[in-house]
Nanobody, 125 residues
Framework: QAQLVESGGGLVQAGGSLRLSCATS????????MGWFRQAPGKEREFVAA????????YYTDSVKGRFTISGDNAENTVYLQMDSLKPEDTALYYC??????????????????WGQGTQVTVSS
């Protein structure tokens, strides 16, 4: 069974940087796009960033624009999230997701077929 595995989370001071990675394991599969979501305690899971392989287009939620960068390797089904200028409000469990469908709404959780278990990011003030 295909799985997504995240890594790279940790504890960092405000203003610092972290780089999250997400790789597939198990059965190989083809994806059309991958994304990152996050969930803070007591809050709903929210969209952070996504990348569409066919065009290379990237998408970000407004609160991370200019600070986070998503990139990846289509052939390897690997995606990264470079997070700079981190703020305490970025503290959350970060999830990687992948879709096999040709779908435009990469900001929506329903667009994704596979999810990782999450990696914790904690930003101290």
């Amino acid at each position: 069974q295909a799985q997504l595995v995240e890594s790279g989370g940790g504890l960092v001071q405000a203003g610092g940087s972290l780089r999250l990675s997400c790789a597939t394991s198990g059965r190989t599969f083809t994806t059309t796009g991958m994304g990152w979501f996050r969930q803070a305690p007591g809050k709903e899971r929210e969209f952070v960033a996504a990348i569409r392989w066919s065009t290379g287009n990237t998408y970000y939620t407004d609160s991370v624009k200019g600070r986070f960068t998503i990139s990846g390797d289509n052939a390897e089904n690997t995606v990264y999230l470079q997070m700079d200028s981190l703020k305490p409000e970025d503290t959350a469990l970060y999830y990687c997701a992948a879709t096999r469908r040709t779908i435009w709404a990469l900001r929506n959780m329903g667009a994704y077929d596979y999810w990782g278990q999450g990696t914790q990011v904690t930003v101290s003030s």
